[in-house]
Each structure stands twice: as C-alpha cells, then as structure tokens.
C-alpha cells in the first residue's frame, strides 16, 4: 500500500491487501458516480491466491452484491445485512465522489463482532490516501502549470515584462535584454521612464493606474526604447 503511486493502484493494493492474510476470499473497491449506476469508474478485485485485477463485473454485477452496494450508495452507511453470511459492504467517502468496498470471507464464514468495524476503519484510511493523492496531484498539476508559464515567459521570441505599481520592472525575459541591449540585473528594479523617450512615457503610467482602480484589463499600442 505504501508504494502505490495513485488511486487506482493503491485500491489494488487494499484489496490484496484485505485477501492476503488467508481470512478473507474476495475484496472489492468499486468508484461510483451516482446512486443508480457504478460502471461509471474502475472497480478493482482480488481473490485468494490470484492477482488483483481491474473491472471486476463478476463480482459486483451478482445480485447479491448489486443490491448491498445499493443499500450503501442510498444511505451513506455501512451494509451489514449480509454479515452472518460472510459479506460486508462499506461506504467510502471522499468530498464528491464515492467508493464501495466490499469483502467476503473464506466458506462464507460469518463476521465476528468486531470486524465490520475494521472494514469501516479501513475504508476511512482509504479515503484519507485518497485525500492525499487528490491533494499531491493537485500540487504537481500546479507546478507544471507554473514550470510552462516560466518557459514560455523565458524562451518567448518576444519581449515580455512585468512591472509593479510604480512601473519598476519586475521580472524581465531574456529577448527583451537583447531588444534593449541590457543585463537583466540592469533592468530589475528600474523605472519603465528610465529606458522610455520622454515624447512615448504615459500611456503606460495612465494604464497601470486604472488597473489598480480595476477600470482596464489591457492595453495597444506602440513605443520606443533607448
């Protein structure tokens, strides 16, 4: 379980992880979209003694099955009604989005007392791994964004800058110190005016303050550099 690297591995793992002590003879994380139907997403299934594996329509399409995860999805609560007969079905909730996992006990042995719960806190650790996949995969996807901005912003074959409030250069790209003939550490810091002919300065100026009111969003034109 420690070395899945996303959620559909890490429900693989669970679910082998459920059969491998030998007390267990099917375990099934199925993702669910809506009460009615949970074709929609991957369901995952293991057995004893055989690999987990992706889809498991045998086991979640038997009537038996069908209906406790019905029983689930409707009411947001563990299905026990099966438990004298060796099934279990728990809830798995994380923000939207729902799972089931469901488990079978070898020759259809009845659960003990106190192993719903266990079901119920295994379901409740999963969710919190998926929380953290959500939360790591959102990270990632945040810095892949930032990384494509930062190239595109680098490598452009145009002239991009940012200025703050004052209309000091920010940051600046290396094909505007080329344009301009300049170090970047020259221009960081700098006024906008410093490198503008006095006759082309004020556009700019007039711009960024009815930004700052939120009175633009952009602006066209044309100046010169010195």
């Known amino acids: 379980v420690l070395g899945a690297g996303n959620e559909c591995e890490l429900a ?4 082998e992880g459920v059969v491998g002590a030998g007390i267990y003879a099917e375990a099934c994380i199925a993702f669910v979209d809506t009460a009615d139907s949970f074709t929609g997403r991957s369901s995952f299934y293991a057995e004893d003694q055989a ?9 979640w399409a038997a009537v038996v099955h069908h209906d406790a995860f019905g029983r689930v999805l409707q009411s947001g609560t563990p299905d026990l ?5 060796g099934r279990v079905a ?3 909730l ?3 989005q729902v799972a089931v996992l469901a488990v079978c006990t070898v020759a259809g042995r009845a659960f003990d007392p106190g192993e719903p719960r266990q079901m119920q806190l295994l379901a409740s650790d999963f969710a919190f791994a998926l929380t953290q996949f959500a939360k790591e995969f959102e990270g990632r996807a945040v810095f892949a964004g930032e990384k494509r901005l930062r190239e595109t912003f ?8 940012r200025l703050d409030e004052q209309g000091c250069y920010v940051e600046v790209n290396q094909k505007f110190c080329d344009m301009l003939g300049y170090r970047r ?7 906008a005016r410093d490198v503008t002919p006095p006759e082309d300065y004020g556009a700019g100026a007039a711009f960024r303050e ?3 009111l939120g009175h633009a969003t952009a602006i066209t034109g044309e100046k010169r550099y010195i």
């Open 12 to 15: 693989g793992a669970v679910c």
């Open 51 to 59: 690999q987990c594996v992706e889809d498991p329509g045998q086991f």
């Open 81 to 85: 009604t099966g438990a004298v007969a």
């Open 90 to 92: 728990v809830p798995v």
């Open 94 to 96: 994380v923000g939207g």
């Open 154 to 161: 680098e490598y452009a074959g145009v002239g991009i800058t």
């Open 185 to 191: 550490e020259e221009l960081i810091g700098r006024s």
């Open 210 to 212: 009815q930004a700052r």
